[in-house]
């Protein structure tokens, strides 16, 4: 049987499965997604039930050949602070969004090490925002939808701080002059956005406006459950 010894994982969602035991769905850093059965976790007696837990930074090692794999090993990583209120709505949204772009064992080790940073992040509670526009570009970029941030598509002219553009996926950033447009975004957005230097408001609103619709367009209508937790 495949082994593999002490993997860095964060499990993304769990399910019951029998009477005391579960299955998970964990992004490892060399493997992509996949799934794991820890049997037994959920018994009184478990010794590794507790730290099972979503964002939380994990060393794993399983066996199997198949689709589900069999957890032999857990321990944690390292610790960081635990998720609560805006925060924890957060993971559960960087969470469906690794579950419902990435195809499973499709290893992503560069999405990992910003999955692991997001998951600090928001244990820290600072610049939630800009962080999260930071993980989704850094998501789009891994599955092959990368943003075109420096150049307006039909001229190749760089983008300027002070002109407006709307973003089409596929084509990129086109000059806009109607200022007042819904979809309207400021070059400064645009590139602090490249550079992950997000921090005025207005810019960071814009932001999160294009970055929704164009996760939304890799979604293909797919609803995330997550997002009506923050309503």
């Known amino acids: ?10 499990i993304l969602k769990s399910q019951a499965y029998k009477e005391t035991s579960s299955i998970h ?10 799934s794991v059965i820890s049997k ?16 939380r930074p994990l060393l794993l090692s399983w066996v199997g050949k198949g689709e ?26 960087v969470n469906e969004l690794v579950l419902s772009l990435l195809h499973k064992h499709d290893p992503h080790p560069l999405l990992f090490k910003a999955f692991e940073t997001i998951i600090v992040q928001l244990s820290e509670v600072h610049n939630i925002e800009a962080n999260l526009r930071q993980f989704e570009k850094a998501l789009l970029e891994e599955t092959g939808y990368g943003l075109v941030l420096d150049n307006e598509a039909v001229t190749g002219l760089a983008i300027r701080a002070d002109q407006h553009y709307i973003y089409r996926p ?23 956005l490249k550079l992950n230097q997000l921090s005025d408001k207005n810019e960071l609103t814009q932001a999160k406006r294009l970055m929704r619709k164009l996760i ?16």
């Open 40 to 55: 037994g976790s959920r018994a009184k007696t478990s010794k590794n039930g507790s730290l099972l837990q979503s964002f």
């Open 25 to 34: 769905q964990v992004f490892t850093q060399d493997y992509g997604v996949i």
């Open 170 to 192: 596929g084509e990129g950033a086109l000059l806009e002059n109607n200022a007042n447009h819904p979809e309207a975004i400021l070059g400064s957005a645009l590139i602090n």
């Open 68 to 93: 589900l794999k069999t957890l032999t090993g857990v321990e944690e990583s390292f610790s960081i602070g635990q998720l609560k209120a805006i925060p924890l709505y957060c993971g559960f949204y």
């Open 216 to 231: 939304d367009v890799q979604l293909d209508g797919k609803m995330l459950k997550s997002r009506e937790l923050f309503k």
């Open 1 to 10: 049987m495949n082994r593999v010894e002490q993997q860095n994982c964060f």
